[in-house]
Each structure stands twice: as C-alpha cells, then as structure tokens.
C-alpha cells in the first residue's frame, strides 16, 4: 500500500462504547459461559503494560509539533505481544487497550504463539506529508525501541499505516540495534523481508469465513448477496474475492460513499485502495450513504471500515441475514444483544479479519528462517489456518449453542486460561 490515508469514519453512531468497554463486555459475557477461574479473567480484563510516549517531529515548514503516541500490550502468555499500530485523529489509551485485548483472543483462537498488543499516534496522516510521516514513524519507533522487538513486541500495519510505514520502524530499529533485525515488525514490503499475500491477507480471510459461513447455512455462494462497507486492505480483498468465488457483491463503500447494484457490481472495475483512494463513487452520481449500506437487504453484510458502525440505533434496521465483522469492532454490545435476539450470526472480527495476524506470523516465521515462502505457500497455509480456526469455532457453536462471538471467545479464552494455569504467577 502507498501512504494513502485512512477510511475515517463516515456513519453517526447512535450511541458511543469505547472499544475498551466492549472488549470487557464482551470478556465478561464469554467468562460467564465458561468455567475459568475468576482470578485469570480479572487478569485479563487489564493490559500487562501501556506506553504512553511524546513524539516531536519538525514539519516541512519548520514548526515543532509534538504527537502522543501508545503501545498497550495486554498479554503475553503464549507468546510476545502482536498488533497493529494505527494513525489516526481518534487513537486514544482505552481504545489501543481494547484493541489490544482482540488481538490477545485473534491470536489464542488462531492458536498463533503471540499474545496481544496495539499502538498508535493521535495524528491525521492525511495532513502530513510523505517526509513528515517518516519523521514521525522514525521518531515514534526510537520511543518505543526498548518495548519492541522479535521477541518482545511485533508492530503490524493497521488504519493509516501501511507496508512503508513498517519499512521505516524497521530500518530505525535496526539502525540502533546496529543489526538488521526484519522480525520487528510484520507486514513490511516483500524486499525487506515482507510476506507475499500479507496486504491482502486479512480480506482474503474475510471471504473464507464467509464462503464457510454460507455453506454452514445451506446458502449457495452463487446465490449470495453482499454488501462490503469499506473498500480497503480488508473490504478490498474480500469483496474481490468474493465475486471471484461467485458470490454476488451488490454494494461496496469508502469514505465519500456506497454504490448500489442490487444485480451486482462489476467490482474487479473499482479501484482498490491502493490503486487509487476513495474512488469508489467516481463514477457515479447516485450515492448512498454508508449508513444506508449497512441496512439493505442483503444476504450477507460485511462491516470492514471502522469500528462503532452497528450500534443500538440501526441494529433492528439491519435486514442482512448473516453478519460478517471486517473490521475490528464494527458491532457494539449493546447491538449484539439485538442482533442475537433477532437470530441474525454475527461471525465475530477475531476469527474473521484474523487472516492478517496469521500471515504476520508466517512472515515473523519466515524472517527467522531467513527464507521467503512463495504466494501460492501462504494462501495454502492460510486456507488450511482458517479453516482449522473455523472448525474449531463451529464446533463450539453446535455444541453449546452459543453464539459465533462467544463460541470464538470459548476457543480463546480457553487456549489462553490454560497457559496461565500451567505457567502460574510470578513471583
Ligand atoms: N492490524 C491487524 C489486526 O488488527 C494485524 C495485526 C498484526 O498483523 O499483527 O489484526
């Protein structure tokens, strides 16, 4: 991806819940269906760490500004800390803990050997330029250096970063460590030790969970409408995707908007958000707004923009039939509780959109190894990842009649009470 700039949010939510406190909801409705002891979940409902750091940097006119940059690491039982790092004007602490906690679960029920992390910078990146945000990203990752590393903590891309953004953390990094070190970071460009497939990885796992989900409803992909809020590293892919299986993709959006075609859009025509940003209504006058995507009716909607975007004020206008969470956070509890009421499954961001922290381990894997796989490696490894996550999930679905977020929760929290158990608290 180019250092194009994030989706912001485009949809009024009705009613606001950090992600921190419906990561602890979440947490705690997941703990009450299982029988882990209380002391662990008390654990886990805070961060191991947060890093709160200040980050000056000259703009190209000679000013000073002075940013607030964090890294929330939440824990790390099974393995150092993993996560993305995002720009973007509303970063704040509770929401890199909140974030930083799905990623704790992404991991356990991916079964990846990391534990979860999130960072970010309180900036809009559209008002920089290419200079200032390397200045930036430079100055960002000599604050955090001592809190990274292969082994420690392992930034990712996540809204306003992209493969260059992590280029330059490791080139920083690497530069004070006095050794070139790739497995800082993940989601680099493949000529610095990146993977190939990583940028599409999580909308290619989107489109997977949805293929999956659809056949476990006897709904035929071909006869499947969908409709992609976001047209990004995660609604891009998967909504090309998705056509390519079959699969009718009769709405996408970006920040100006959403296109419409109830006999399904020509979507390889739309550029992607890297081939060219926000030009998904360019050629059309009749846009809808991205609120009116998310209540079309359709068969399957894909929230993959921003989180907070299915909230108590729409959730009884959704008419999808099946949810599929793109984005981290897209549905909040109290929609949930609604959504599960109306008997519409939501298939929950951490099994998902997980697609991209698994070719971020295999990346990690392969920059140990020092040796590249090819794309068709990483897809197949993905496929077979997704799909073992998948039924895993399912199987804790149709076992205790649970819903597809709790079920993904029981995976996790389970793989992840157990590591605490068999480690114990030190001292
Ligand atoms: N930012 C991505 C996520 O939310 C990827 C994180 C990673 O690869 O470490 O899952």
Known sequence: MATNPPQEQTTEPGEFESALETARRQLAHAASQLDIDSNIIERLKHPAKIHEVTVPIERDDGTVEVFTGYRAQHDSVRGPFKGGLRYHPGVTRDECVGLSMWMTWKCAVMDIPFGGAKGGIVVNPKTLSEAETERLTRRFSQEIRDVIGPNRDIPAPDMGTNAQTMAWIMDAYSMQKGETTPGVVTGKPPVVGGSYGRDEAPGRSVAIITREVCEYYDRPLDETTVAVQGFGSVGGSAARLLD????SVVAVSDVNGAVYEPDGLDVAAIPSHKEEPEAVTRNTDDVLSNEELLTLDVDVLIPAAIGNVITEANANDIQAEIIVEGANGPTTSGAD?????????????????????????????????RRAWSLEKVNEELEHEMQTAWNEVRHEVDSRDVTWRDAAYIVALSRIAEAHQSRGLWP
């Open 244 to 247: 390519e299986w079959g699969a």
């Open 337 to 369: 509780a609604t959504l599960t009421e109306r008997e519409i499954p939501v298939v929950p961001d951490i099994l998902a959109n997980a697609g991209g922290v698994t070719v971020s381990y295999f990346e990690w894997l392969q920059d140990i190894n």
